[in-house]
């Protein structure tokens, strides 16, 4: 956080003089930036300092471990490799000695040969027995930054704990004393108001509270903490002309009315959703996120109520209502399950599918609850009171979702937009028919080949027509074994009952939210001499039951690979599953795939093998090939209208899972039911309310939303404070627990958040509540005293210097240019994107819409603190280096920016002074006018007279505004 205690009453450029060497005046600005104190200073306390100072600081490789080294295994490691922790494998990473020494392993770094150390290969996951992290492999750089660290000698300054040091290890708060935490007791409201609250602290403290703002400067506080956006001349002026004393309550009305409100707000969120447009793997685009990000545009809008926006984000698929709108609205905001980074290419699905539920369990916990969840995957948190019983009964909620699309390369799931009951019917057709002619087109494939087709191949499902369920997706009584022995076959394999259990044994073959319609049922399976001859399946459709005998000694009549078990009606809310048991089998019995193929009038259904066709046969074959192609694919451009949405699916529901030993996927133990953080608010009472038919994301998110959740409501007025004022009253917006910091003002957060459930979850009424509190619009000002006492401005005795993001430095440049877009809405990637690698962001639309693109994000992004897109951000990083100052100096975006200024501003004021124009450039920057000793050197530096300027040199002048903090910092 910036240093508020050196901020200043009267802003003013700290361009001193206009030299003509405009880049020399860059680095005096930066270096200006710097003196303010932008960023905090990592130290150590004098006893952290004892026995792990650092050894010969100024070195290079000292640094780096520093920076690079220390952060992460703090961040990754420590948790499970630490002296005051716990030794997980025998391997210590707190210190030099701790990795020298190793673990059960062996020693787990060879300074000097990355490639021969444990610990790197455990990081890089270059051995899959090996794989450190446990919940997902570190980012490129990060893992770069290893290796370069151990090939440079693993520089490790940190020194072992004295031998004759008493432990300190910490053990996790237990359940039953959760209350001891002050998070986790019940909010007490406050009659007191927030100035009240306040003025209290600061007179406990010993200090005075600073002045109000001037008029300017807060408006201009305002408009960018409301709108994310520089305060426009009109919005100025309407300001200072309005003597009423309801002139600022009126100017707070308008921006919170405004769309502009909406999308600033939406933007903060999102840093907490980690939202992305596209996946880190392969530069994967994410073609639907879009919707999920106007989701939080027109909800902030709206004035949605927050409690109702966790119930849409968690399982708004779940509950669809009479308004397609509102349900419309309810499925496209749980993309946020599905904006993960995962990697899709693990070949491990279930430990792919464990990684993947465990990155929703902890942004979950650490966007609405402040918690970090994922720390109890492996063992019981180590600090907080979530064992890891109650981390898998939530993950069990998710193992009864689909959160992927398995192949070789996992896929994430898009789903067809609920619409008008009119709209659906014709697409519901299309979609029929388009499955019908692509049945069709495969048997007339199979008859123009004239064989069944190839006897080695593997079928992908993605490729079949109609609805297909794999082994994979089956449910089963009895052991079954996977093989992939005998080809041809559907998917990963097939199974079978291994000739035994006659009897006992049984699959359920039961697709969800099959259509209804007229369906040929067929059943895959692979043919061998030692198969059953008299299989039972047993299709279940509408109102009966049908027993088709299956002789499996039999190559498949269909393609070789399917038989027909006929055709039968299904109806939506009806039975449609198929059953194949081995009772009274007299061989062995396969499961591969049943597929459930719509019938028209149009459509032939196959009753068996053919024989050879003729060539009058092939000729009519072709022909019907050549019709059928050129229909569906007219069908299929039609239907590729259809909006779709990113989401997650309902699976078959698990009423509970096993715990996984030491977080290990493929190592089970004892067993929990479904059900939430019991520590936390009313847990058990919505776990009880789980049914057996569905996941339990409904009760998640009722659990979490319910308002005598301690947590919810804290955490979301814990937030909006921090937006508006620079920091939380929580400084750790993102945890809440015992390791967490306390709030400054305890009794004022438990104020905002009663505040926050008795205006209705109002996000408006909150930030409205704040904004025209006295603490909100106090100036920024020195103060020897107040810095002695209170050098981070906690008791907000003081107005605080904020840093703008860098999505609104890039706006207000696009608004001093005049070439910002305010288009609302709808997707940005360029048409045709298959990938993110070096995308070239060229639209001047307001940053929101800009698309965040994992591997490629737009121009000054990385270089001024964007969020990290893979994980939730409660509060963005601040630094100040020197590729700030030399990208405010040649960057091509900034210099084109200034130019396009330059030209606006010499056309909007020609024939009128130079003064006139630097005035108008100055309110357009600075939202104030110059004083007298800055307009005499802006009037040198553009070369006095009275002709106008020339364009490039007013460019280096605004250029130069552009870099200065008044323009990047709001007082």
Request: some cysteine; aromatic content about 8%; glycine content about 6%.
């Amino acid at each position: 956080m910036p240093d508020r205690s050196r901020s200043v009453c009267q802003p003013r450029v700290l361009l001193v003089t206009l030299m003509p060497n405009l880049g020399y005046a860059m680095m005096v600005c930066v270096a200006s930036v710097a003196s303010i104190g932008v960023g905090p200073v990592v130290s150590s306390s004098a006893g952290e300092q004892d026995e792990s100072s650092l050894i010969d600081a100024d070195t290079d490789d000292v640094r780096w471990f520093e920076n690079k080294i220390r952060p992460a295994l703090v961040e990754h490691c420590l948790e499970c490799h630490s002296s005051e922790t716990e030794a997980s494998g025998g391997l210590l990473l707190d210190s030099r000695d701790g990795w020298l020494a190793g673990g059960d392993l062996g020693p787990a770094i060879v300074p000097g040969d990355a490639a021969a150390s444990r610990l790197f290969t455990a990081i890089a996951y270059d051995d899959p027995a090996l794989e450190m992290p446990p919940r997902g492999k570190l980012d490129d750089a990060t893992i770069d930054a290893f290796r370069r660290w151990i090939d440079n000698g693993a520089v490790d300054p940190r020194q072992p704990a004295r031998q004759d040091a008493p432990p300190e290890r910490q053990t996790g708060l237990p359940v039953d004393r959760a209350g001891e935490h002050w998070a986790y007791r019940p909010i007490v409201p406050s009659t007191a108001s927030i100035d009240a609250l306040i003025d209290r602290r600061i007179e406990q403290s010993g200090l005075s509270a600073a002045p109000p703002a001037e008029p300017r400067a807060l408006v201009r506080r305002l408009v960018f903490d409301l709108h994310g956006l520089p305060p426009s001349q009109q919005t100025i002026d309407r300001y200072l002309a309005d003597p009423s004393p309801m002139a600022y309550d009126r100017l707070v009305d308008r921006l919170l009315a405004s769309p502009r409100f909406a999308q600033h707000m939406a933007r903060r969120w999102m840093d907490v959703v980690r939202y992305a447009e596209s996946i880190t793997l392969r530069g994967f685009i994410l073609p639907q996120a879009w919707r999920y990000r106007d989701y939080l545009v027109t909800s902030f809008a709206n004035d949605r109520p927050f409690d109702q926006m966790i119930r849409d984000q968690i399982a708004g698929d779940l509950l669809a209502c009479d308004d397609i709108v509102e349900t419309q609205q309810r499925a496209i905001a749980t993309g946020f399950l599905a904006l993960g980074n995962s990697n899709l290419e693990d070949q491990d699905k279930t430990k792919l599918e464990f990684d993947h539920l465990d990155e929703q369990l902890e942004t979950i916990g650490r966007a609405f609850l402040a918690q970090t969840i994922g720390c109890a995957r492996c063992h019981d948190h180590k600090f907080d009171p979530i064992p890891t019983r109650d981390y898998y009964a939530l993950a069990a909620i998710f193992r009864s979702t689909t959160p992927l699309e398995h192949a070789n390369l996992s896929k994430w799931i898009e789903k067809p937009l609920p619409l008008d009951p009119a709209t659906e019917t014709h697409f519901r057709a299309l979609q029929s028919r388009a499955d019908a002619l692509a049945a069709e087109l495969k048997t007339l494939q199979s008859l123009e080949k004239g064989t069944p087709g190839d006897r080695n191949r593997i079928v992908s499902v993605d490729g079949l027509p109609g609805v297909v369920m794999d082994d994979a997706d089956a449910s089963y009584v009895g052991d079954w074994t996977e093989s992939t022995f005998v080809k041809p076959y559907v998917g990963g394999g097939y199974r079978h009952d291994g000739t035994e259990g006659q009897g006992s044994k049984s699959v359920t073959f039961d697709p969800a939210d099959l259509p209804t319609g007229r369906y040929e049922v067929r059943l895959s399976y692979t043919s061998h001499a030692n198969r059953a001859t008299n299989v039972a399946v047993k299709v279940f459709s509408a109102n009966e039951s049908t027993t088709v005998r299956v002789n499996q000694r039999r190559r498949p009549p269909i393609d070789g690979l399917w038989v027909s078990l006929g055709v039968f009606p299904f109806e939506k809310e009806g039975q449609s599953f198929v059953i194949v048991s081995n009772d009274a089998a007299d061989g062995c019995v396969i499961v591969d795939a049943v597929q459930f193929l719509p019938v028209t009038d149009q459509t032939s259904t196959a009753k068996g093998s053919v024989d050879a066709p003729t060539a009058a046969d092939l000729k009519a074959i072709a022909q019907r090939h050549e019709t059928l192609t050129a229909e569906l694919k007219r069908l299929q451009s039609e239907l590729n209208q259809r909006p779709m949405y990113l989401t997650i699916s309902e699976s078959e529901p698990r009423q509970e899972i096993a715990i996984r030993v030491r977080g290990n996927v493929h190592q089970p133990g004892d067993t929990v039911r479904r059900g939430f953080l019991t520590a936390i608010g009313p847990a058990q009472l919505h776990a009880d309310r789980i049914g057996s038919d569905e996941s339990g994301r409904v009760q998640l998110a009722q659990w979490i939303a319910d308002p005598t959740n301690p947590l919810t409501a804290r955490v979301y007025a814990n937030r909006v404070w921090s937006w508006l004022m620079g920091e939380g009253l929580v400084a750790t917006e993102n945890n809440f627990g015992t390791t967490g910091q306390s709030p400054s003002h305890p009794e004022l957060l438990d104020h905002l958040a009663a505040g926050l459930i008795d205006h209705g979850w109002s996000t408006k009424s909150l930030v409205r509540r704040i904004v025209r509190s006295d603490a909100y619009r106090r100036a920024a000002c020195d103060d020897a005293q107040r810095i002695a006492i209170d050098p981070n401005n906690r008791l907000c005795a003081s107005g605080s210097v904020k840093r703008i993001p860098v999505e609104a430095l890039r706006d207000a440049m696009l608004c001093v240019s005049g070439e910002i877009d305010h288009r609302i809405g709808g997707s940005s990637i360029r048409p045709g994107t298959r990938s993110d690698y070096d995308y070239r962001h060229d639209s001047n639309r307001r940053s929101l819409y800009l698309p965040v693109f994992r591997n490629s994000l737009p121009p000054l992004f990385d270089l001024f603190d964007f969020a990290d897109s893979s994980v939730s951000v409660g509060q963005r990083a601040q630094s100040t280096v020197a590729p700030q100052s030399l990208a405010m100096m040649n960057h091509p975006w900034i210099i084109g920016r200034a130019r396009q200024a330059a030209k606006r501003l010499l056309h909007e004021s020609a024939g009128q002074p130079t003064e006139s124009m630097i005035g108008r450039l100055y309110v357009a920057c600075f939202s104030r006018s110059p004083d007298a000793e800055e307009m005499q050197l802006c009037l040198e530096f553009l070369g006095g007279g009275d002709a106008p300027p020339s364009e490039d040199r007013l460019a280096d002048l605004i250029q130069s505004l552009f870099a200065s903090i008044d323009f990047r910092y709001l007082e």
